[in-house]
């Protein structure tokens, strides 16, 4: 997948769109030897990569380092980039430089969480030719308003809310809507009144496709266990247990042996 043309055509076809988070080089290498769709590098780089507690300490140059050295590692994969905390809200010059920025570093769209007051930003940004990806239910940039990382649209008024968002997101331009931590119906309902696709994290399996940070998927954190969360390998273990193998070995001096020495 290399455009976002891609995108529409799979929902269209009714054929589900993968996508994962990455923030380093070596993981995009393995990444673009995969059938994954399309990668982001999401503001979640400051907890998974930096141990903060939220995406709030994720700031412009910390997402060029890790935008940069993805695309570094990443072929034939459609790249997005989030844009950190409040860059939107500090004016129209600031952002467009920053997409400016994260453009010429090698993203293909941007993310932007948000719909509400920050839809004339996002329909500045496609206006200047730039694809943007829409992001509601749960931000996490706004779990501090919010009293924490909690389902989103559980009532009539708030779930209203969350159809009238992604409507109005589309009518910007937004090319496809990340749905996070909603319940399964009403992530159907909001994909069905659309046409563009939604990509669900805690959204049920009726959206247009799913995103999982890569980390995650991996098991790298064993204290991290979210009901929406499929672990397909168990990461941490296998790499402790690695590790304690390689100390074993040095100090029975069994590595390096005569066939790793010169």
């Not at 993981?27 to 979640?44: F, K, R, Y």
């Not at 570094?72 to 920053?98: M, S």
């Not at 779990?143 to 968002?165: A, M, P, T, Y």
Request: net charge negative; hydrophobic share 40%; aromatic share 6%.
């Amino acid at each position: 997948m290399k455009t976002i043309n891609d995108f529409k055509l799979k929902k269209t076809e009714g054929i589900p769109i993968s996508l994962i988070t990455c923030y380093d080089y070596w993981s995009a290498q393995i990444i673009s030897e995969t059938d994954i769709d399309a990668v982001l590098v999401g503001d979640s780089a400051a907890m998974v990569m930096h141990g903060f507690e939220s995406t709030v300490n994720a700031e412009i140059e910390m997402m060029s380092y890790h935008l940069a050295a993805v695309k570094r590692g990443l072929k034939n994969k459609l790249l997005i980039a989030d844009l950190p905390f409040l860059v939107h809200r500090k004016g129209d010059q600031h952002v467009t430089e920053t997409v400016d920025r994260f453009m010429k570093l090698g993203a293909n769209a941007i993310k932007i969480e948000g719909a509400g007051s920050n839809i004339k930003i996002i329909s500045h940004i496609v206006n200047s030719g730039v694809p943007v990806m829409g992001h509601i239910g749960l931000m996490p940039q706004s779990v501090n308003s919010i009293g924490g990382f909690l389902v989103q649209g559980k009532d009539d008024e708030s779930s209203k809310r969350i159809i009238d968002e992604a409507k109005s997101l589309e009518d910007a331009g937004c090319f496809s809507i990340v749905l996070e931590l909603i319940p399964a119906q009403l992530a159907k309902e909001i994909t069905e009144s659309i046409n563009i696709p939604t990509i669900g994290i805690g959204a049920g399996s009726y959206t247009s496709g799913q995103i999982l940070v890569l980390q995650d998927l991996l098991g790298m954190n064993k204290d991290f266990n979210p009901k929406f969360l499929r672990k397909y390998l168990d990461g941490f273990e296998l790499i402790k247990n690695s590790l304690n193998k390689y100390n074993s070995d040095v100090k029975n001096k069994l590595f390096p042996n005569d066939l790793e020495s010169f």
